[in-house]
């Protein structure tokens, strides 16, 4: 195993130390899992029982480990396509759950229970009879039941779709999601007690790029709002996935020339960031419906970037190239995909290129609502 981020001890909020310390990671993991080596980028395949020294030091580090590829349809012990299920990197459990103020007699619900070491943590705080975690993938839902089980935490783990919630245990007074929402259903604010907070992983389709939203329920039940708190990386929930569009269905096999040329003075180093806290993306993605976008990988010093509508055959590319100050544009179909991602970036670079966490989301029974700073001055999100 590589990598300092890998071997770095984990300092959980002190409220939460008794509870790490009483539950190690290695407890809820399968004896095959592929964690994510942080130098190499790439997911190992480790078992506990051919080699346990590097299952535990993997256990014990700071990565991410998938535990199931392809909805479960995944055999063998090569990496499979798709992640499905996983256990999210410890510094960011234990980040979550100091932004969930969690307080001793709370009743929780958790979406997706993966290994279930997030609801045991919970359940180590509150007792397992006031949390309920919901898994969707019904052998997910089973091995979590049994490691609860085997740590003496027996919480109630429901086989289900999380997006329902589950009602028969509200009201509760904290909800946190751990996997990534494009919509955030009402159904968890109508469960919610007033005042109780809803943490989660939210962005748009216009990028992978998403944020942790604490959205605290409103006195009258009727809308949960708040600000983003950190950018983050989790799988979808099934329903929420990306169906990825189909370049030639957008895009005529003659090539880009068919479509309306312009030009641009927004540069790469503007459009793209470096690394995954993507803000850019994120914040265009606020402000642009029904669109996504695909970086090609440089060649030759061009790099092309792909838009793709949502809702039509709307297609855009913007071509940058190493060493021009402006960079070309093709645009065809009833939308100009690129003018609304060059108005939505102004609009970011207007208000002084904003961080995540001055942005914030507000979901009532009519949908959802982004804005900056003010929650006052929203508009219709996702
Ligand atoms: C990152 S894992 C959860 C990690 C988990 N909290 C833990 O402590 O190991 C995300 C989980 O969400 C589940 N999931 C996806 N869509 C779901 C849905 N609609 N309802 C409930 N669970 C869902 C996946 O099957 C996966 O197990």
């Given at each position: 195993?590589?990598g300092?981020?890998?071997a770095?001890?984990?300092?959980?909020?002190?409220?939460?130390?008794?509870?790490?310390?009483?539950?190690?990671?290695?407890?809820?993991?399968?004896?095959?899992?592929?964690?994510?080596?942080?130098?190499?980028?790439?997911?190992?395949?480790?078992?506990?029982?051919?080699?346990?020294?590097?299952?535990y030091?993997?256990?014990?580090?700071?990565s991410?480990?998938?535990?199931?590829?392809?909805?479960?349809?995944?055999?063998?012990?090569?990496?499979?396509?798709?992640?499905?299920?996983?256990?999210?990197?410890?510094?960011?459990?234990?980040?979550?759950l100091?932004?969930?103020?969690?307080?001793?007699?709370?009743r929780?619900?958790?979406?997706?229970?993966?290994?279930?070491?997030?609801?045991a943590?919970?359940?180590h705080?509150?007792?397992?009879?006031?949390?309920?975690?919901?898994?969707?993938?019904?052998?997910?839902?089973?091995?979590?039941?049994?490691?609860?089980a085997?740590?003496?935490?027996?919480?109630?783990?429901?086989?289900?779709?999380?997006?329902?919630?589950?009602?028969?245990?509200?009201?509760?007074?904290?909800?946190?999601?751990?996997?990534?929402?494009?919509?955030?259903?009402?159904?968890?604010?109508?469960?919610?007690?007033p005042?109780?907070?809803i943490?989660v992983?939210?962005?748009?389709?216009?990028?992978?790029?998403?944020?942790?939203?604490r959205?605290?329920?409103?006195?009258?039940g009727?809308?949960?709002?708040?600000?983003?708190?950190?950018?983050?990386?989790?799988?979808?929930?099934?329903?929420?996935?990306?169906l990825?569009?189909?370049?030639?269905?957008?895009?005529?096999?003659?090539?880009?020339?068919?479509?309306?040329?312009?030009?641009?003075?927004?540069?790469?180093?503007?459009?793209?960031?470096?690394?995954?806290?993507?803000?850019?993306?994120?914040?265009?993605?606020?402000?642009?419906?029904?669109?996504?976008?695909?970086?090609?990988?440089?060649?030759?010093?061009?790099?092309?970037?792909?838009?793709?509508?949502?809702?039509?055959?709307?297609?855009?590319?913007?071509?940058?190239?190493?060493?021009?100050?402006?960079?070309?544009?093709?645009?065809?179909?009833?939308?100009?995909l690129?003018?609304?991602?060059?108005?939505?970036?102004?609009?970011?670079?207007?208000?002084?290129?904003?961080?995540?966490?001055?942005?914030?989301?507000?979901?009532?029974?009519?949908?959802?609502?982004?804005?900056?700073?003010d929650?006052?001055?929203?508009?219709?999100?996702?």
């Amino acid at each position: 195993m590589t990598g300092d981020d890998q071997a770095a001890p984990l300092s959980p909020p002190p409220d939460w130390v008794s509870a790490f310390t009483a539950l190690p990671r290695s407890a809820f993991l399968p004896d095959l899992m592929w964690p994510h080596d942080m130098e190499t980028k790439r997911n190992v395949a480790v078992s506990k029982s051919e080699d346990p020294g590097a299952w535990y030091a993997y256990a014990g580090s700071n990565s991410p480990i998938v535990t199931q590829w392809d909805d479960g349809a995944h055999e063998g012990v090569a990496p499979g396509k798709v992640f499905t299920s996983s256990s999210s990197m410890p510094s960011l459990v234990a980040s979550m759950l100091a932004d969930l103020d969690v307080r001793s007699g709370h009743r929780v619900l958790e979406v997706g229970s993966g290994t279930g070491w997030n609801a045991a943590l919970l359940a180590h705080r509150v007792g397992a009879e006031n949390v309920v975690t919901v898994e969707l993938d019904a052998a997910v839902a089973e091995s979590a039941r049994a490691a609860l089980a085997r740590v003496g935490l027996p919480v109630r783990v429901v086989h289900g779709d999380g997006l329902l919630g589950y009602p028969r245990g509200a009201p509760y007074d904290r909800t946190v999601a751990t996997c990534g929402l494009r919509a955030v259903p009402f159904a968890w604010v109508e469960q919610a007690a007033p005042g109780g907070v809803i943490l989660v992983p939210w962005g748009t389709y216009f990028s992978f790029t998403e944020a942790t939203a604490r959205l605290v329920v409103a006195e009258d039940g009727r809308s949960a709002s708040g600000p983003f708190t950190q950018p983050v990386n989790f799988m979808r929930v099934r329903s929420q996935r990306l169906l990825w569009p189909e370049h030639s269905a957008y895009v005529p096999a003659e090539g880009t020339d068919v479509a309306e040329k312009s030009s641009t003075s927004i540069t790469e180093a503007d459009f793209l960031a470096s690394d995954t806290a993507d803000i850019v993306s994120f914040a265009i993605g606020l402000r642009l419906r029904d669109c996504t976008h695909v970086a090609d990988r440089k060649r030759d010093g061009v790099r092309p970037v792909w838009f793709y509508g949502l809702t039509d055959r709307s297609w855009a590319v913007v071509v940058f190239r190493d060493g021009r100050s402006e960079a070309r544009v093709h645009q065809s179909g009833p939308r100009r995909l690129w003018a609304e991602v060059e108005t939505a970036y102004r609009w970011w670079e207007k208000h002084g290129k904003p961080e995540f966490t001055r942005f914030g989301l507000t979901v009532a029974a009519t949908g959802q609502r982004a804005w900056l700073d003010d929650p006052a001055d929203s508009w219709p999100v996702g």
